[in-house]
Nanobody, 116 residues
Framework: QVQLVESGGGLVQPGGSVRLSCTVS????????MAWYRQAPGKQRELVAL???????NYANSVKGRFTISRDNALNIMYLQITTLKPEDTAVYYC??????????WGQGTQVTVSS
């Protein structure tokens, strides 16, 4: 059974940075494209960053230049480095497979709140 555990969020000031981690178990991690999603209050979950099994990346237009997705296939961990945080980045961030709308059971996510 796939287990996804997100961590690293918190309260961050505008302009600050944060690194999120996603630990994955129960699958052959390096066989899957992976992605970070986020859900802001009152909004639908959206895909913000995608990484293929070999490391090619893609980003939503709203986060290009500020978000960097990466993965360590040896450790079964995926990361999301976020810089120049904006209040509109406030959301719960989730990780899951990258071939949306296919998905495994969602983890609890990690809350990122951008506020002064």
């Amino acid at each position: 059974q796939v287990q996804l555990v997100e961590s690293g969020g918190g309260l961050v000031q505008p302009g600050g940075s944060v690194r999120l981690s996603c630990t994955v178990s129960g699958i052959l991690f390096n066989s899957y494209a992976m992605a970070w999603y986020r859900q802001a209050p009152g909004k639908q979950r959206e895909l913000v960053a995608l990484i293929s099994f070999h490391g090619s990346t893609n980003y939503a237009n709203s986060v290009k230049g500020r978000f960097t997705i990466s993965r360590d296939n040896a450790l079964n961990i995926m990361y999301l480095q976020i810089t120049t945080l904006k209040p509109e980045d406030t959301a719960v961030y989730y990780c899951n497979r990258g071939d949306y709308p296919n998905s495994w059971a969602w983890g609890q996510g990690t809350q990122v709140t951008v506020s002064s």
